[in-house]
């Protein structure tokens, strides 16, 4: 089996790139720890997409372990698209339009 072609919504990238940078301007450190946690999430996402739980009718999320992120992601015939690397304490569903 091989494994899907993973996508990242320009708005999922955008919300990676802005927690980087609050991290980056507080502790280099930990902005890195936090992109690894983002790697991780994304190849786990990949290799097993199907071991996260649904999250909405058409999603599923990963929930990152050392920051307070989900990745929800949409799994497609052919790809796996991310829409939204959504703060836990962020408006829910703010992201459902994306799918």
Do not use: C
């Amino acid at each position: 089996m091989t494994e899907k072609r993973l996508r990242i919504r320009s708005e999922a990238q955008e919300e990676i790139n802005s927690a980087f940078e609050y991290y980056l301007q507080r502790n280099p450190t930990v902005a890195d720890a936090f992109l690894t946690q983002i790697e991780i999430a994304l190849k786990q996402i990949v290799a097993h997409p199907n071991f996260h739980p649904p999250y909405t009718k058409n999603s599923r999320r990963n929930i990152l372990e050392k920051f307070p992120y989900s990745v929800i992601f949409r799994e497609k015939e052919e790809t796996i698209l991310v829409v939204a690397v959504a703060h836990a304490k962020r408006r829910f569903g703010y992201w459902l339009s994306r799918i």
